[in-house]
C-alpha cells in the first residue's frame, strides 16, 4: 500500500496543465501539496498549440527554460485561409508585441504535461499517478479531503484544508453537484489524425498554426506543425453535421479533406500516422468557481471551443488565480467559497471575450474587413487573439464590430446558462481511435 504525505494543505485531484499549475505556486508558497493523477503519464491528450500569454504563468511556474531547451516546434504567427482558398498573410505576434513572449511552442501534449508534471515534483509537489479519487470528502458544506484508491489496496481517505478539482472533463465536483451549464451556440465536434512527411513552411513560418476554413463554411480545419516532422490536422463543424447520419470517424475525415483543396494540397504526399481520434467538443462551463474548501480549475470548470488553442493558456490561469486566492485564503485564515473563487468574475469575463471572438468567426465575421475600416484596432484584435483577455482595455473593439453586420443578422448570443436539448445526454469529450498506434 502507497504511502500518502499526512494532513496536506492541499489535495489536487489531475495532473494536467490546471492542476500542476495550481499545485506548483501553491508549494512555492511552502504549503504541503498532494496531487493525484488517475493515469500514468506520459499519456496521450490534444490541445497541441500554445498561444503568447502563457508565457506569463510559465515564467512563474520555472517553465520558460525548459521549454526553451525542448525539441518543440517554436510558433511565431497564425495564417488563416477562408473558403475559397486564399491564404492571409501571417498574423506575427511580435508586430504587436515586441517581446520575449511573443515567440510561443507547438507541443506534444503526453511531453509537454509530463514536463508541467515534474516540474510541480521538482517545487515540493508530492505527485502520485495511478491513483484513482473516489470521491471528495465533506463534513456539511465544507470539503475536509478525499476518499482514492491505489494501484494496491483498500480505499484511504486523505485529509486536506483545500481541495482542488483538477479533473478535466470527467468534472468530479461539477458533476456532483450539477453545475454544468452548455453553451447554447458552439455545439461541435472535431475528428483529427496525425500526419509525416505533411507541407510545412520553412524557417519563421514552420511552427505557424494554420485555420483553414472548409469551402462549405460550416467548419474548418486546423494545421499544426509538430517536431519529428509530424503535423496534426482536424476538422471542427457542428455536431449534427459531422457525426449525424455520416460513415465512420475515417470516412467523414476522408471526405472533409477531398472538399478542402487547401487540406488535401498539403497532406498529398504525407503518411497518416495514427488512427483517427473523434470528440464531442460541447462547450461548458460551471456555475460556480469554488465552494467552501474547494475549487475548479482548467476543463474541471469549463471548456471553450478550440478555435484560437485558448485551451492551455484558460487552464494555466485558472489553476494560477485558484492558487493566489488558496495562499491567500491561508494568509487570512479564510478557505470559504467567497475567498477561493474570488478569481471567477475575472475569469469568466475573459473566456467570453475569447468566446465572443469566436462566435463572430463562425458568424461569418470579417476580420479584414473589420481592420480595414478600423486599423487603429489592429492591436487590440490582436492582443484578443494571443490571450490577454483579462482586461477590459481590449472591450473597446466590440461596439465597432457590431456596426459591421450586415441588417437583419443579429450579434452572437451571450452565454446561456440553459442546456441545448440536442446535447443534454451526450457524453463530454467522448474519444475515439478506431485504428492505429496512439501519437
Known amino acids: 500500500m502507497p504511502a500518502y504525505t499526512s494532513n496536506p494543505d492541499v489535495v489536487v485531484i489531475g495532473g494536467g496543465p490546471a492542476g500542476s499549475t495550481a499545485s506548483t505556486l501553491i508549494a512555492q508558497q511552502g504549503h504541503k501539496v498532494l496531487l493525484f493523477e488517475r493515469e500514468r503519464f506520459p499519456r496521450f491528450h490534444i490541445g497541441e498549440s500554445l498561444i503568447p500569454e502563457t508565457y506569463w504563468v510559465l515564467q512563474r511556474l520555472g517553465m520558460l527554460e525548459k521549454l526553451k531547451q525542448s525539441h518543440f516546434i517554436k510558433k511565431y504567427s497564425v495564417q488563416f485561409v477562408n473558403a475559397h482558398g486564399k491564404l492571409s498573410a501571417p498574423f506575427y505576434f511580435w508586430d504587436n508585441k515586441p517581446h520575449e513572449c511573443s515567440q510561443t511552442w507547438q507541443v506534444v501534449r503526453s511531453e509537454f504535461d509530463l514536463m508541467m508534471l515534474n516540474n510541480a515534483r521538482e517545487h515540493g509537489v508530492e505527485a502520485h499517478e495511478g491513483v484513482r479519487v473516489l470521491d471528495v470528502l465533506f463534513e456539511g458544506s465544507r470539503a475536509v479531503g478525499v476518499r482514492v484508491q491505489g494501484p494496491d489496496g483498500p480505499p484511504q481517505e486523505i485529509r486536506a484544508r483545500v481541495v482542488v478539482d483538477a479533473s478535466g472533463q470527467s468534472g468530479l465536483l461539477q458533476n456532483k453537484f450539477k453545475l454544468r451549464t452548455w453553451d447554447p451556440v458552439l455545439n461541435k465536434g472535431a475528428i483529427w ?79 497518416r500516422v495514427t488512427g483517427y481520434f473523434a470528440t464531442k467538443d460541447y462547450s461548458y462551463r460551471a456555475t460556480q468557481a469554488a465552494g467552501d474548501g474547494w475549487v475548479l480549475v482548467g476543463d474541471a470548470f469549463g471548456f471553450l471551443d478550440p478555435l484560437y488553442s485558448s485551451g492551455v493558456l484558460l487552464a494555466l490561469r485558472s489553476g494560477e488565480y485558484a492558487a493566489d486566492a488558496i495562499h491567500e485564503g491561508f494568509e487570512r485564515n479564510d478557505l470559504s467559497a467567497a475567498q477561493l473563487g474570488k478569481w471567477g468574475p475575472v475569469f469568466n469575463q475573459g473566456v467570453d471575450r475569447m468566446r465572443r471572438l469566436v462566435c463572430e468567426y463562425y458568424n461569418g465575421f470579417s476580420f479584414g474587413q473589420f481592420i480595414r475600416k478600423h486599423p487603429d484596432l489592429n492591436g487590440t484584435v490582436t492582443d484578443l487573439l494571443i490571450g490577454d483577455l483579462f482586461t477590459d482595455r481590449v472591450d473597446k473593439v466590440w461596439q465597432p464590430m ?32 478506431p485504428e492505429g498506434p496512439r501519437p
Open 402 to 433: 457590431e456596426e459591421l453586420y450586415a441588417e437583419g443578422k443579429a450579434a452572437p448570443p451571450s452565454w446561456d446558462a440553459g442546456t441545448p436539448p440536442e446535447v443534454a445526454g451526450n457524453k463530454v469529450n467522448e474519444l475515439f481511435l
Open 193 to 271: 489524425t496525425y500526419w509525416q512527411g505533411a507541407y510545412r513552411d520553412v524557417g519563421k513560418d514552420e511552427g505557424a498554426t494554420i485555420v483553414i476554413q472548409t469551402p462549405n463554411k460550416l467548419g474548418w480545419f486546423w494545421y499544426i506543425p509538430l517536431h519529428d516532422d509530424r503535423v496534426s490536422v482536424g476538422v471542427v463543424g457542428p455536431f449534427d453535421y459531422l457525426f449525424k447520419g455520416r460513415g465512420s470517424h475515417e470516412q467523414t475525415y476522408r471526405e472533409e479533406v477531398e472538399r478542402c483543396p487547401a487540406v488535401q494540397e498539403r497532406v498529398a504526399k504525407a503518411n
